[in-house]
């Protein structure tokens, strides 16, 4: 898994690098048009390796492969409800469907599309709820999720704000 996540990161990086040239020559803003470029890229590069963190939570209960510090279970919650067999694989693949999620919402993302912020909260908060299901063993995906919520508030807020200013 952790090879299949470096090859990505580096094919993302390279492909990252080109478009950043690409669009530091398109936006002629100078310093500006780049850094927000760069911020969008590497935002994007984080998101899509989110999602690839969350293929442990298919590989594991689908039991495709063995992931140290993850065990094969049937329960949820700190072990409090056994959801059983059905129930594990069941949660798996809406591991599966977020891992998904956060690659297209991180492509979506990068190329600068509307839609990629409500997409990124919406996972964000599925993923948090999949990630206290999942605990314990995901406290750093609960960690991670929220920083996305939080960032993302942010983003909206500003934005708002800014959107707000230029009315007046």
Same mark, same amino acid.
């Given at each position: 898994m952790t090879r299949l996540s470096s090859v990505f990161a580096r094919a993302v990086a390279g492909l990252a690098a080109?478009?950043?040239?690409? *669009?530091?020559?398109? #936006?002629?803003?100078?310093g500006a048009g780049k850094e927000r470029l760069m911020l969008q890229i590497s935002a994007a590069v984080v998101l899509a390796v989110h999602g690839l963190i969350h293929l442990i939570g298919f590989v594991v209960p689908w039991q495709l492969a063995t992931v140290d510090g993850f065990p094969y279970r049937t329960t949820v919650l700190a072990?409090?409800?056994?959801?059983?067999?059905? *129930?594990?694989?069941v949660v798996g693949g809406l591991w599966l469907a977020c891992a998904l999620g956060f690659v297209?919402?991180?492509?979506?993302?990068?190329? *600068?599309?509307?839609?990629?912020?409500?997409?990124?909260? *919406?996972?964000?908060?599925? #993923?948090?709820?999949?990630?206290v299901l999942g605990l314990p063993g995901s406290e750093f995906g609960v960690v991670v999720n929220v920083a996305i919520?939080?960032?993302?508030?942010?983003?909206?807020? #500003?934005?708002?704000?800014?959107?707000?200013f230029a009315q007046r």
């Open positions: 080109r478009d950043w040239a690409a *669009g530091a020559r398109r #936006s002629g803003h100078g072990g409090y409800l056994d959801v059983g067999e059905i *129930g594990a694989r297209l919402a991180a492509f979506a993302l990068w190329r *600068g599309e509307r839609r990629a912020m409500p997409l990124v909260v *919406g996972l964000a908060i599925a #993923s948090l709820v999949l990630c919520l939080a960032v993302a508030a942010y983003l909206v807020l #500003s934005w708002q704000a800014t959107a707000g």
